[in-house]
Nanobody, 121 residues
Framework: QVQLVESGGGLVQPGGSLRLSCAAS????????MGWHRQGAGKQRELVAA???????NYADSVKGRFTISRDNAKNTVYLQMNSLKSEDTAVYYC???????????????WGQGTQVTVSS
């Protein structure tokens, strides 16, 4: 089994910063792309940032210049550094990873349970 566990969410004031972490564990053969999505209240889930195995990245326009995604392959971990946070960044943030498990050769998108980020004064 493969699990993704997020951490680092919480309450922060506008203009502040948070760093989210997401570690994958279990029977993992390989991980290709990893990323973060978010879902605000009453909104659909949207892509925030993604990072490929070659470290290429892409970001939602709303977070470009403020958020940075990175990964540590040795730790099977992806990070999201969030700076200059705005109230509209308030959402549940979900980690995901495209993983080939040790029990098979097919790829599957795994999701974390979500971590709440609230930006408020």
């Amino acid at each position: 089994q493969v699990q993704l566990v997020e951490s680092g969410g919480g309450l922060v004031q506008p203009g502040g910063s948070l760093r989210l972490s997401c570690a994958a564990s279990g029977s993992i053969f390989s991980i290709s792309d990893m990323g973060w999505h978010r879902q605000g209240a009453g909104k659909q889930r949207e892509l925030v940032a993604a990072i490929a195995s070659d470290l290429s990245t892409n970001y939602a326009d709303s977070v470009k210049g403020r958020f940075t995604i990175s990964r540590d392959n040795a730790k099977n971990t992806v990070y999201l550094q969030m700076n200059s946070l705005k109230s509209e960044d308030t959402a549940v943030y979900y980690c995901s990873a495209n993983i080939a498990s040790g029990s098979g050769t097919s790829w599957y998108r795994y999701w974390g349970q979500g971590t709440q980020v609230t930006v408020s004064s």
